[in-house]
């Protein structure tokens, strides 16, 4: 059975959301994953906040509000408006989809919460070449955690 089926016969959390084709395309829910890259923006935004460190180094600030937020409640919080399917989809992939998906974010969360503690006692000077780089080191992993949400393989 393919990841579309399976999220097509899975019971939603909400019995008012249901996960067809139709649906997930206009969540844009990955069919075949029932992921949202949409939840990628909760990380985009900072590594783009890191890259602008080197010009602005008050933005250190910005970097340091953020706080790690799980698939649900970034939609939950978000006006995102497929997000009641987004997080229905989500609970009904598959273990074998979820779980290398959910590793990868984990692994973002500690990277970034890493960053932060380096930030909070660097210097101008510091924080202007560190947040870049730690940006940079981001990247290949926000990249996986997109191809997990598109369907590439899990090794």
Do not use: C
Not at 21 to 41: C, F, R
């Amino acid at each position: 059975m393919i990841a579309a089926e399976l999220l097509l016969t899975a019971p939603a959390p909400d019995a008012d959301v249901a996960l067809t084709p139709e649906a997930l395309k206009a969540a844009n829910v990955h069919p075949l994953t029932g992921l949202a890259t949409d939840y990628l923006n909760h990380f985009n935004e900072v590594a783009m906040l890191l890259d602008l460190l080197a010009d602005m180094p008050e933005m250190r600030e910005d970097v340091l509000a953020w706080r790690p937020a799980s698939y649900r409640a970034h939609f939950e919080r978000s006006g995102f408006r497929g997000r009641a399917i987004a997080v229905a989809a989500y609970e009904a992939a598959p273990a074998h989809i979820r779980a290398p998906f959910d590793a990868t974010v984990a692994a973002i969360d500690a990277k970034l919460t890493e960053v932060q503690a380096a930030l909070e006692s660097a210097d101008d000077a510091a924080v202007m070449t560190f947040g870049p780089a730690a940006a940079l080191e981001l990247r290949p992993m926000l990249a996986r955690a997109d191809a997990l949400i598109h369907g590439a393989p899990s090794t």
